[in-house]
């Protein structure tokens, strides 16, 4: 069971990872983003496409393919914010999951429906812990997570930029009047959490499932960890992320059960909602 | 009683006259189409109905559902179970029960969805499909790997006569639908998705109108899985693939599937637009790229393709229709006021640290109008909000006819206590008949209805709300809890949005509504020339406390209510 657990963890950190962009976005910018792991597969499958077919070096065409992540989100950041900029969550968040359809579709044209030939970026163990090897990729996914998390929340405290950020999402057309820079502001913020997901997901992919729809469904693991920290909380995000991956690699050991391993991110979001929300009667505030 | 009958004609007539009008072009294809167009026709139903499901849930009650294709996967697999288990009653019978248990799941799912809305529902639902998919590849469909297919009842065992089959079995389900929309079930799926606090006030209960809108939806789900079944004769994983699911809700949305016609030239264009792009050796995948577009597009607010065709075939006026009240020329009856029908004592309200109300004791006559007055932030309208059971945490009694008010809005309202709003909260969906209906949750006689909307001035029954401006809208939604005839009605600034020349006007006919209706009302308002021509007796309320309370002349020459409200332009 422990074996499986720390297995998980890679998975784990990958989920606390997109927690945290979708816990970012859904502060900031008003979104849920349900494309969020889409565009992190559409950057990574251009980057193996360059390498692959284009020829470029691996180093090069992997840049270049996160790059492509964070303009794309930028993209889908400009409409949302253009047409949609007085609209409530709900329908801000369901653009994007028009966008979702659209990019995995796309890559369907594009690459065939046949998972990517990755290169895996990092391999083999990084170190061992009483009997039980932890891998590279485990090791940086759940520093990337940590690490972008506690960065966030410092920027956010610390900085006037972190602080007209948190203006904005309050009272977006207040911050406006006050001169904040808002489109600007808030393309930067898809623009950094189309650069992570993408990031995240070439370096975990080879160790994957790795079709587009696979790569995709992650937002919905990365939810369930958004979830436990209310799309509010970075920490709580990054902690969800961790456990619902340490939870799937443990009922994974189990063979029986490997039906309930495939249900866990959909029951934990199930809880987790009923739990938080049950105090939450009405709609509007008044 | 002529008109009556017309109007029961129309109302079950022409939904009828359509659907035999249906059948009869589904007949004309099933004779004028060669096998595989009837196949692909086949397709077309399966896509209809699960389209008018999502119509149900997406258009009409406003959720995001992104798991319509796994409810389809129920009823295929409740199909395939029963079919290889031999069970007795046959494919249609199955068809029914794979809906049914469809419909069952869908509630289940439904039951968290209660008290999430919006996007929470949308990550529930695109869980649910995520899990259902890789547990179904996992497993397979019971049937499919030993070879058990579904068969086609004997008597439409060729595409054509399956084509005719379904037909049926889509026309059922719209008239369902269209019908189901027509009555309080639909009203209230409209109302909860404009707003769930009107819809308690309404006395409508805000979880069946949800949990029913997911179960329909559910269950016209359910039964296109099935028929797809019986079309292929084996269920595959693939049919029900998120992706599909996800692509089959932004077409709804680009369609317009809450009309059910657009519902099915939804499902024309899901198949067309694939075979089209076959012919012309185009990836098919392209379809939901171009779906995707349109998706956003309509999604973005920039219209859906539904709407925009009806515009083109029926050029309605855009005009909005809005209230035309005058001054009566004799003075309005008066009843003298009765003992107190609503008695509120020692209602008390803090939201963290702030007493929004404290100790609030305040009397309703019977056949009277109470006035309650106060500078802003002086606890108006948490005193409503409180009365009408919105503040569970409020402390304090609240009596209506002697008998203690107690539990949740829609409660409240159904024992004979109703409140209106100081926003808009009169959904856009509906004609004013419909809603005036739903709201008084009861059928009026449409003479009663004509009459209280000509006493106040709005636009006739069969305009459709969208159509009428705000000012108007808010005095529909006063008739339409007039109708339900409750003991008091409590206004939250009613004639906020009309001209301040036709407060008078609107101020002489509430002083009649006691007379008239046999309503008692309680009034906030903040022009004391409505409130001096309205109210027998005043409450003035100050940073949440009672300042004052009695009969209108004495509390406005109350010392301690003009230094209240010194420096009001309103009082000098």
């Known amino acids: 069971m422990v074996q499986g657990a720390l297995a998980g963890l890679a998975a784990g950190g990958l989920y606390a990872v997109l927690a945290v962009c979708l816990t970012l976005m859904s502060r900031l910018v008003r979104v849920v983003n349900f494309a969020q792991a889409a565009t992190g597969m559409f950057g990574s499958y251009v980057g193996v496409a360059l390498s692959v077919h284009g020829g470029l070096p691996e180093w090069l065409a992997v840049v270049l393919g996160v790059l492509l992540g964070g303009v794309l989100s930028v993209l889908i950041g400009w409409v949302v914010s253009t047409w949609l900029a007085e609209a409530g969550t709900g329908t801000r968040s369901a653009v994007t999951v028009a966008v979702l359809l659209l990019l995995i579709s796309l890559s369907f044209i594009l ?113 369930a960890a958004a979830l436990l920290g209310g799309f509010r909380r970075l920490d709580l995000a990054v902690a969800g992320g961790l456990v619902l991956g340490m939870l799937q690699g443990a009922l994974a050991q189990v063979d029986q059960l490997s039906v309930v391993r495939n249900f866990v991110p959909f029951l934990a979001i199930v809880g987790l909602l009923v739990w938080s929300q049950r105090k939450e009667v009405w709609d509007a505030a008044r | 009683m002529q008109l009556a009958d017309r109007g029961a004609v129309s109302r079950f007539g022409t939904p009828l006259v359509v659907a035999v009008v249906a059948v009869l072009v589904g007949i004309g294809l099933t004779v004028g189409l060669n096998g595989y167009f009837a196949y692909l026709g086949v397709s077309v139903v399966v896509a209809a109905i699960a389209l008018l499901g999502l119509g149900v849930v997406t258009g009409s009650a406003g959720m995001i559902s992104l798991c319509q294709l796994t409810f389809g996967a129920i009823g295929a697999w409740v199909v395939s179970a029963l079919n290889v288990a031999h069970a007795p009653g046959g494919f249609l019978f199955w068809l029914l029960l794979g809906g049914l248990a469809a419909g069952v799941v869908g509630v289940l799912i439904g039951l968290p969805a209660l008290r999430l809305r919006g996007i929470n529902l949308a990550v529930v639902t695109l869980g649910l499909a995520a899990a259902a998919d890789v547990t179904l590849v996992e497993i397979q469909f019971p049937g499919t790997t030993e070879g058990v297919s579904v068969d ?46 009107g819809t308690a006030a309404a006395g409508a209960s805000v979880r069946t109108a949800k ?251 069969a305009t459709p709300l969208d159509r009428v401006d705000v000012g108007a809208r808010r005095l529909v939604e006063v008739v339409g809890h007039l109708m339900a005839k409750p003991q008091v009605l409590l206004l939250d600034e009613p004639a906020a949005g009309l001209p301040h020349e036709e407060h008078v006007a609107f101020g002489e006919r509430l002083r009649q509504v006691p007379a008239r209706f046999g309503v008692s009302v309680l009034i906030i308002e903040h022009d004391l020339d409505l409130v001096r021509s309205v109210c027998d007796t005043l409450t003035v309320l100050d940073f949440g406390e009672v300042l004052a309370s009695g009969p209108q002349a004495e509390v406005l020459a109350d010392p301690a209510v003009l230094k209240a409200y010194l420096g009001e332009t309103e009082m000098l």
């Open chain 1, 111 to 223: 690459f065939g429906n046949k998972p990517q030939p990755f290169q895996a970026l990092l391999a083999g163990p990084a170190f061992t812990v009483g009997g039980v090897v932890i891998s590279q990729v485990t090791v940086v996914t759940v520093a990337l997570a940590v690490v972008i998390a506690f960065a966030a929340r410092l920027i956010l405290t610390k900085t006037p930029v972190g602080i007209s950020l948190r203006a904005l999402s309050e009272r977006p057309t207040t911050a406006e009047l006050l001169g904040i820079p808002a489109k600007r502001l808030s393309a930067a913020v898809w623009g950094a959490t189309g650069l992570i997901s993408t990031v995240i997901i070439v370096i975990v992919a080879p160790s994957q499932s790795n079709d587009a729809t696979s790569l995709s469904m992650l937002v919905v693991p990365a939810a």
């Open chain 2, 152 to 197: 086609r009842p004997s008597l439409v065992a060729d595409d054509n006569a399956y084509f005719l089959l379904c037909v049926i079995v889509l026309i059922v389900c719209a008239l369902l639908v269209h019908f189901l929309r027509r009555g309080p079930w639909g009203s209230s799926w409209a109302a909860v998705a404009f707003s769930e606090r």
């Open chain 2, 211 to 461: 949990l029913s809108a997911f179960a329909v939806s559910a269950t016209l789900g359910g039964i296109s899985g099935g028929l797809l079944t019986a079309q292929v004769g084996f269920a595959f994983p693939t049919s029900f693939a998120p992706l599909q699911s996800l692509a089959l809700y932004v077409l709804a949305i680009m369609s317009g599937a809450h009309l059910i016609d657009m519902a099915v030239f939804g499902a024309v264009l899901w198949v067309a637009v694939p075979e089209l792009l076959k012919r012309w050796g185009v990836p098919q995948d392209w379809g939901y790229v171009i779906f995707g577009l349109l998706g956003i597009q309509a999604l973005a607010g920039r219209g859906n393709l539904g709407t925009a065709i009806r515009e083109l075939w029926r050029r309605r006026s855009r005009a909005s229709a809005g209230v035309q009240i005058t001054a009566l020329d004799e003075e309005p009856p008066r009843l003298p006021p009765g003992e107190p029908v609503l008695v509120v004592r020692g209602l008390s309200v803090t939201f963290g640290q702030v007493k929004a109300l404290s100790g609030v004791d305040l009397a309703v006559p019977k056949g009277g109008v109470l006035g309650v007055i106060g500078p802003n932030g002086a606890g108006k309208s948490t005193l409503v909000d409180a009365i009408s059971g919105f503040l569970p945490q409020a402390q304090g009694t609240v009596e209506l006819a002697d008998r203690p008010l107690t539990g949740d809005p829609t409660q409240r309202a159904r024992s004979g206590l109703r409140r209106t709003f100081q926003q808009d909260r009169v959904p856009s969906g509906l004609t004013i008949e419909a809603y005036v209906r739903f709201v008084a949750r009861r059928r009026p006689p449409a003479a009663e209805v004509a009459a209280a909307l000509e006493f106040f001035g709005c636009p006739p029954a």
